[in-house]
């Protein structure tokens, strides 16, 4: 095959690949898209809720999101709608509004020495640029030097253990730092959070996506797993899908979970190595459909020794929708017995979460509920985590492999993943 060939696969039909083959296909290549899924979006993507086009995981946007802002007005869509929202912490019992000055000031079980470092922490987060000394330590140590062990282990253990569970204390800094800096700085005032949405969800930016992509004569396979990067002489030259077929190509860009990656390259050990290092936790997220809102938050954060779960997200309190809608997310590695529990073992405790922290739910108030699962949704960005990430042109000529964890410290959002696809293009040459 000619090196000269403009013909370009991407692996995965999330908003990484979507908007590097929409980019690609706009410079002149010839692209594919090969997506496992029978639905492009990966994580974006829709399903039908009980008469309701809803995502299978929760998406917003905070000001910061200038690669999808800039998106959507060159596909033609509206832009952001942003609203103003409120967190809230429920901790021992007991919901308490979280997430400005008076609600620090008015927090129980904390002293004023603690309150003013908690705020000045958060604060100096919004205005700090450089990450690189704290890519050198874990979140918990330097939760601990700001605010004391006693904090720490009443506001930021339990989020980090229900989580990453084994890998709680060695998370980074760097990336709980970028959250935090991400939603502080997407306020409308000192008092005010704000956070947007994509009008029609984001599957109106995925429909889009996938349209202009063969608008320009790009082709997006569906339920078409890659299985093998077909490699010779040190140039790639396509991809063998899960049914045999060859997609041939003289460039690819693979933006699948970093395992897949290594699943794919199991012909070349030498190559496999720096990809098949990246540990992840799964997800097994509830969605329930409720007859009445349980509180009126976006997000609500949980310290609560009898709740299992680090928080849930009150999703119709972002997005106007006409039923209530609330996302409660059970991260936890594979390996834990707990992920191989049933949807309706899932179900019945998360909405026993809701009524601990509501207790005027009743059992009629759920309408529905679904559940949807990820082996690989979250990377686990432990202490020294940039030095780790490879770089996304590998030594095979041709052959560009990310996934969300290369953008670190940025944590994994649609946004992001738009911005980096446009430097994966950037590395083709002139189609």
Same mark, same amino acid.
């Given at each position: 095959? #000619?090196?000269?060939?403009?013909?370009? %696969?991407?692996? =995965?039909?999330? *908003?990484? @690949?979507? $908007? /590097?083959?929409?980019?690609?296909?706009? #410079?002149?290549?010839?692209?594919?898209? %090969?997506?496992? =899924?029978?639905? *492009?979006? @990966?994580? $974006? /993507?829709?399903?039908?809720?009980?008469?309701?086009?809803?995502?299978?995981?929760?998406?917003?946007?905070?000001?910061?999101?200038?690669?999808?802002? /800039?998106?959507?007005?060159?596909?033609?869509?509206?832009?952001?709608?942003?609203?103003?929202?409120?967190?809230?912490?429920?901790?021992?019992?007991?919901?308490?509004?979280?997430?400005?000055?008076?609600?620090?000031?008015?927090?129980?079980?904390?002293?004023?020495?603690?309150?003013?470092?908690?705020?000045?922490?958060?604060?100096?987060?919004?205005?700090?640029?450089?990450?690189?000394?704290?890519?050198?330590?874990?979140?918990?140590?330097?939760?601990?030097?700001?605010?004391?062990?006693?904090?720490?282990?009443?506001?930021?253990?339990?989020?980090?253990?229900?989580?990453?569970?084994?890998?709680?204390?060695?998370?980074?800094?760097?990336?709980?730092?970028?959250?935090?800096?991400?939603?502080?700085?997407?306020?409308?005032?000192?008092?005010?959070?704000?956070?947007?949405?994509?009008?029609?969800?984001?599957?109106?930016?995925?429909?889009?996506?996938?349209?202009?992509?063969?608008?320009?004569?790009?082709?997006?396979?569906?339920?078409?797993?890659?299985?093998?990067?077909?490699?010779?002489?040190?140039?790639?030259?396509?991809?063998?899908?899960?049914?045999?077929?060859?997609?041939?190509?003289?460039?690819?860009?693979?933006?699948?979970?970093?395992?897949?990656?290594?699943?794919?390259?199991?012909?070349?050990?030498?190559?496999?190595?720096?990809?098949?290092?990246?540990?992840?936790?799964?997800?097994?997220?509830?969605?329930?459909?409720?007859?009445?809102?349980?509180?009126?938050?976006?997000?609500?954060?949980?310290?609560?020794?009898?709740?299992?779960?680090?928080?849930?997200?009150?999703?119709?309190?972002?997005?106007?929708?006409?039923?209530?809608?609330?996302?409660?997310?059970?991260?936890?590695?594979?390996?834990?017995?707990?992920?191989?529990?049933?949807?309706?073992?899932?179900?019945?405790?998360?909405?026993?979460?809701?009524?601990?922290?509501?207790?005027?739910?009743?059992?009629?108030?759920?309408?529905?509920?679904?559940?949807?699962?990820?082996?690989?949704?979250?990377?686990?960005?432990?202490?020294?985590?940039?030095?780790?990430?490879?770089?996304?042109?590998?030594?095979?000529?041709?052959?560009?492999?990310?996934?969300?964890?290369?953008?670190?410290?940025?944590?994994?959002?649609?946004?992001?993943?738009?911005?980096?696809?446009?430097?994966?293009?950037?590395?083709?040459?002139?189609?």
């Amino acid at each position: 095959m #000619a090196l000269t060939d403009d013909r370009l %696969l991407v692996i =995965g039909a999330g *908003p990484m @690949g979507l $908007a /590097a083959a929409y980019y690609a296909a706009k #410079a002149g290549w010839k692209v594919e898209v %090969l997506e496992a =899924g029978d639905r *492009p979006g @990966g994580m $974006a /993507a829709h399903f039908d809720f009980n008469g309701l086009s809803l995502e299978r995981f929760y998406h917003f946007c905070c000001r910061s999101d200038a690669d999808t802002t /800039a998106l959507l007005a060159e596909l033609g869509l509206p832009p952001i709608r942003w609203v103003p929202t409120r967190m809230g912490f429920y901790v021992d019992g007991k919901l308490h509004p979280w997430g400005d000055p008076i609600s620090l000031l008015t927090f129980p079980g904390m002293n004023l020495v603690e309150k003013v470092r908690y705020g000045l922490q958060a604060y100096l987060s919004t205005k700090r640029s450089d990450w690189r000394r704290l890519d050198r330590i874990s979140a918990a140590d330097w939760f601990r030097a700001w605010c004391g062990q006693r904090v720490y282990d009443k506001l930021w253990r339990p989020l980090f253990e229900l989580k990453f569970y084994e890998y709680a204390e060695s998370i980074s800094a760097a990336w709980v730092w970028q959250r935090i800096k991400r939603l502080g700085r997407s306020r409308r005032s000192l008092f005010q959070e704000e956070l947007g949405y994509i009008e029609g969800g984001s599957e109106a930016l995925v429909t889009a996506l996938t349209a202009a992509i063969e608008k320009l004569g790009g082709k997006v396979h569906l339920s078409t797993p890659a299985r093998r990067l077909l490699i010779e002489a040190g140039q790639v030259q396509g991809v063998e899908a899960a049914d045999g077929r060859r997609f041939e190509a003289s460039h690819v860009i693979s933006t699948v979970a970093m395992p897949y990656a290594a699943a794919m390259l199991a012909d070349h050990p030498d190559l496999a190595g720096a990809y098949s290092q990246f540990e992840n936790v799964g997800v097994v997220c509830v969605v329930h459909q409720l007859a009445k809102p349980v509180t009126a938050n976006f997000w609500v954060n949980i310290s609560d020794p009898a709740i299992g779960a680090p928080g849930f997200v009150e999703f119709s309190n972002l997005r106007p929708l006409d039923r209530h809608i609330v996302y409660v997310p059970n991260y936890m590695p594979t390996s834990n017995a707990a992920f191989g529990r049933t949807d309706e073992a899932f179900v019945d405790e998360s909405y026993g979460y809701l009524q601990r922290v509501n207790p005027t739910l009743g059992a009629s108030d759920r309408i529905a509920s679904h559940v949807a699962r990820l082996r690989y949704a979250q990377p686990v960005c432990d202490v020294g985590f940039a030095d780790r990430i490879p770089d996304p042109q590998t030594p095979v000529a041709g052959l560009q492999i990310a996934d969300t964890c290369f953008y670190y410290p940025e944590d994994r959002g649609v946004s992001e993943s738009i911005g980096y696809a446009r430097r994966l293009v950037e590395n083709l040459p002139r189609a």
